[in-house]
């Protein structure tokens, strides 16, 4: 039975009002599928968005933790700076060995006398980072045997070997560092002074390193003056 309002049309306008009606069919068929995927694509945005919104709270949330472990360690390294330098001042003051400093950072022990002292600067005795005695240095040591085989006779000698705090660069084959340094500067003057008659058993060395500076290691001249071999008689 053919509806009310198609007749009168022709069968060709009949065809084309079926078409028009598929063709809306159709459009709203694909709107509705744009409409699903829009739909989707929201859902994923918003569950995008919300896990980046949960990492963003988690980095400020490290962030604050990372900033209040960073404190805590530059307390701690304040704190530990500040040990250091009351240690090494406590060390400064305090002598080696429990002895109290004497004439220029040697050390007299309890119940010693220091009758005589001679300090000769190492720079005269040796050449640089060296522990041979050189022309001058035995010229240098001269007036000290002249003294011990005379007038302090029979009495201990003791050599001291001090150098400055610079690191051993140019001879670091030779020395294991400043102590080792001094060590044989010190033998090499004791050895002279017993070639020259000073009893062997009274003769004593001591390596002293850089542990004992009569000056500033930060100049030239400060360093000339800590780089030195000192001979001390006692009784």
């Known amino acids: 039975m053919v509806p009310e309002r198609l007749k009168g049309l022709s069968g060709a306008g009949v065809l084309v009002l079926v078409l028009v009606a598929l063709m809306g069919v159709g459009c709203c068929t694909r709107y509705k599928k744009d409409i699903e995927q829009l739909h ?12 980046a919104e949960a990492e963003l709270s988690r980095a400020r949330t490290s962030e604050q933790a990372m900033q209040s472990q960073l404190g805590a360690a530059e307390t701690k390294l304040a704190t530990a700076q500040a040990t250091i330098k009351d240690l090494e001042a406590k060390l400064a003051a305090k002598p080696a060995g429990g002895g109290t400093p004497s004439n220029g950072g040697t050390v007299a022990l309890k119940g010693e ?62 020395w294991a560092d400043n102590l080792d340094l001094s060590a044989n500067r010190a033998m090499a003057v004791a050895r002279y002074l017993i070639s020259k008659g000073v009893p062997k058993a009274k003769v004593e060395t001591v390596a002293m390193g850089a542990s004992r500076p009569v000056a500033d290691n930060k100049t030239k001249a400060g360093k000339a003056k800590n780089r030195r071999v000192e001979i001390v008689v006692v009784k």
């Open 40 to 51: 989707r694509d929201k859902d994923d945005l918003t569950q995008l968005k919300s896990d």
């Open 113 to 174: 006398t220091t009758v005589y002292k001679q300090t000769v600067g190492s720079d005269v005795l040796f050449s640089s980072g060296r522990a041979t005695l050189t022309a001058a240095g035995k010229t240098a040591l001269a007036a000290a045997i002249s003294k011990i085989t005379t007038q302090y006779a029979g009495n201990v000698v003791r050599v001291y070997g001090h150098t400055d705090s610079d690191p051993i660069v140019k001879t670091k084959k030779l």
